[in-house]
């Protein structure tokens, strides 16, 4: 049973814009939520995370808020570019004693 | 530049033969994760080790699957016997609380 889900298998945007991956996650115990980005060939690489205390968290392009009455969080990237174009995953975590993967989301930007 | 090494990258292998992986966790950090990425599941965690001692291996098929970390620079995934439902990337993954680090994963083929 899938604890983390995303629900988009791929996405597509324009060179520029912004782009919006979607998380849901079904334990309200979860406190600590990530997101990893994966190119073809390699393992995952951290990405951003955000504590269960915040509702947003901003690292330059990145930003991924985080919706707890929702279950919900996101990742914009913004503005979108080329290189951007891999598969992102968000995990979660509870108490850090491991962590839950979604299946993942294929980001392609269009140049 | 650390980095979470894994051998081998590639492995062909015919149902019912043993298949061993191995990972090179990032010297110092005390908790080791295996995971098998999937199209339909994701990431799934098999296995995590903290300080080489074994936490949580509910993710893994007991009959056929087995994680050991006989020192602090080696973590080992065996299958045996393999079945083509095998088939999947295995990564290593090796960090502190809220961080990991992951390898480059080892392609399995089990024909």
């Known amino acids: 049973d899938q604890q983390v889900k995303q629900n988009s298998p791929s996405l597509s945007v324009q060179e520029g814009r912004i782009s919006i991956l979607n998380c849901d996650y079904t334990?309200?115990?979860?406190?600590?939520f990530l997101w990893y980005k994966k190119y073809p060939a390699e393992g995952p690489t951290f990405l951003i995370s955000?504590?269960?205390?915040?509702d947003k968290n901003e690292d330059g392009r990145f930003t991924v808020f985080l919706n707890k009455s929702a279950k919900h969080l996101s990742l914009h990237i913004v503005p979108s570019q080329p290189g951007d174009s891999a598969v992102y995953f968000c995990?979660?975590?509870?108490?850090?004693?491991?962590?839950?993967f979604g299946t993942g989301t294929s980001l392609t930007v269009i140049p | 530049d650390a980095r979470v090494t894994q051998t081998p990258r590639h492995k062909v292998t015919e149902m019912g033969q043993e298949v061993t992986m191995r990972c090179q966790p990032i010297?110092?950090?005390?908790?080791v994760f295996w995971y098998r990425q999937t199209m339909m599941q994701g990431l799934e965690l098999l296995a995590y080790?903290?300080?080489?001692?074994?936490?949580?291996d509910s993710g893994m098929p007991k009959d056929r699957f087995s994680a050991e970390m006989p020192d602090a620079t080696l973590a080992t995934l065996k299958i045996q016997p393999s079945e083509p439902r095998d088939s999947a990337v295995y990564f290593c993954?090796?960090?502190?609380?809220?961080?990991?680090?992951f390898g480059p994963g080892t392609r399995l083929t089990v024909t």
């Open positions: 993954a090796s960090g502190l609380p809220y961080e990991q680090y």
């Open positions: 334990n309200s115990m979860f406190d600590y």
């Open positions: 955000i504590s269960s205390i915040k």
């Open positions: 995990a979660a975590s509870a108490s850090s004693n491991q962590f839950y």
């Open positions: 010297l110092g950090h005390n908790t």
């Open positions: 080790f903290r300080n080489r001692a074994p936490l949580d």
